[in-house]
């Protein structure tokens, strides 16, 4: 029989915050317990550091510019993921499992973009997704559009009535798995279950007052800059050193709190006998700057933002560190691999599988990055002058050992700038290289034709605008 699985991810979880990093202090002790039975990818890569674009690649294998997500759902935009999308629930699905879905979904267009008042009750980046094709084969449902009050958080099933539950989203969520679970095994079909906690997503405040004890104090990271804080959005927000230390013992005590409850899930499976039998995964979809460079939020191109934790426990497996370059659009084939099912053809990502259950690495394995100006004010602006914002913003490489950035900036009016770091001597990124000098620079073109080359795979408008800003740069 095949093997089940569960699949665990949190939202906005930067990869240092876990133990088993040992980089943020962040107390995990059941993850770290998970680590020490399971593989850990210390090179995963949010392709598109935003909450919908990471989704639709995650469960399609496709990058999120080839699904047309250059930003998250959202209100006064018509966006989704594609009806013609193959996600792998419906491979999955396909091959005869029992599909289920909790939590976070975000990848269905807002109800209040056609309805004022949906019967739903969906308010601003909400929506019930209704049975049928938009699921992309999830049968079992329990799950919002997007709703960020974790301390009181609302689902829908399979009606428009709203299901208000009266607890932390991250505890409830976990109910319904361990609930969904216990039917689930009674049944001669292996299962497969999609669970979407959003913690530590802000607002950081929304966490149980049990875990905000754990943090008495901390210490914010030494690349933090409190003299010009903006959000992702290139919003000013105003932190004061205290404020900010407030604001990470929340986001270290939510990390906390999903941490007990993936105790939980943990102890479930072993009690029932199903832990052995099903390939675990435990992820995020992208990270938090958390102060990092003056930035919160993601959308940007530091470690603090791309890089997720992605740990995998295939029974039976006893590799325990990957190093190999992993990004959103792998983890669909990759999962398919672990569990010997067929990947479609129009996948874009590569199975991974290879690597995590066998001693062999390939270094020289990349991660591309992209993000595009996503923010409404941007997006008015862009329209006003009849520009793409798919075309600007920023485009990217991340290698073993480095990170470099092609970025046009985020108004009609393009600003490029060429950033090269090395994450092994300057793992905070606070030096990037000077491009002046060799062999600097000549690293530089080399990765950059790495990304050019991919950005016309997939017919990315960037590519020809940095082409013709350059261009107009040299003639000048």
């Known amino acids: 029989m095949k093997k089940n699985l569960l699949f665990v991810f949190a939202d906005q ?18 993850m770290d317990a998970f680590c020490q039975e399971a593989t850990y990818c210390d090179h995963a890569f949010s392709t598109f550091p935003v909450c919908s674009p990471h989704r639709a690649s995650l469960l399609t294998g496709r990058y999120p510019l080839s699904l047309g ?22 491979v999955l699905k396909h091959a005869g499992y029992q599909t289920a879905y909790i939590g976070k979904w975000h990848l269905d267009e807002p109800e209040q973009n056609h309805c004022k008042e949906p019967v739903s009750g969906a308010r601003d980046w909400d929506a019930y997704t209704p049975p049928g094709v938009r699921r992309h084969g999830f049968d079992y449902w329990y799950s919002y559009g997007t709703y960020d009050m974790h301390l009181t958080p609302h689902y829908w099933q399979d009606t428009p009535e709203m299901i208000r539950p009266g607890k932390w989203s991250v505890e409830h969520e976990t109910d319904k798995a361990m609930e969904y679970l216990s039917q689930a095994a009674k049944k001669d079909m292996p299962f497969a279950l999609y669970l979407a906690w959003n913690p530590p997503h802000s607002p950081y405040d929304q966490v149980p007052e049990k875990y905000l004890k754990l943090y008495p104090d901390v210490k914010l990271k030494d690349n933090v800059n409190l003299e010009h804080i903006h959000h992702h959005t290139w919003e000013a927000v105003n932190y004061t050193q205290e404020e900010l230390k407030l604001a990470t013992r929340q986001y270290y005590a939510a990390v906390s709190g999903l941490d007990d409850q993936f105790g939980r899930l943990i102890h479930f499976l072993k009690e029932h006998g199903l832990y052995e039998d099903t390939v675990i995964v435990l992820s995020s979809d992208h990270g938090d700057m958390m102060g990092s460079h003056g930035l919160m939020g993601k959308h940007v191109w530091y470690e603090e933002s791309i ?27 990759t999962v398919l691999g672990l569990l010997d099912v067929e990947i479609p053809d129009r996948v874009e990502g590569e199975d991974c599988s290879r690597f995590l259950v066998t001693a062999d690495e390939e270094p020289g394995r990349v991660s591309f990055l992209c993000a595009c100006p996503g923010r ?82 997939q017919k990315d408008g960037f590519a020809a605008n940095w082409r013709n800003v350059l261009s107009a740069a040299d003639s000048c």
């Not at 992605?310 to 006893?318: A, C, E, K, L, S």
């Open 376 to 457: 409404d004010i941007f997006l008015r602006e862009f329209e006003k002058w009849g520009k793409d914002p798919r075309t600007f913003g920023w485009r990217g490489v991340r290698t073993q050992d480095y990170t470099y950035i092609m970025e046009l900036g985020y108004d009609v009016t393009p600003k490029p700038a060429r950033y090269l770091y090395c994450n092994q001597t300057d793992p905070l990124q606070k030096h990037p290289a000077d491009l002046t000098k060799e062999p600097e620079n000549t690293l530089a073109r080399e990765l950059e034709i790495q990304v050019i080359n991919w950005m016309d795979r």
């Open 307 to 333: 890089r997720i934790p992605f740990v995998v426990r295939v029974p039976g497996n006893d590799k325990r560190i990957c190093r190999t370059c992993i990004g959103s659009q792998d983890m669909m084939p």
């Open 69 to 90: 997500m250059f930003t998250n759902c959202k209100n006064g935009l018509s966006m989704r993921l594609g009806d013609d999308e193959i996600s792998i629930g419906q």
């Open 13 to 30: 979880w930067r990869a240092g915050a876990m133990g088993a990093s040992m980089e943020d202090p962040v107390l995990t002790p059941n």
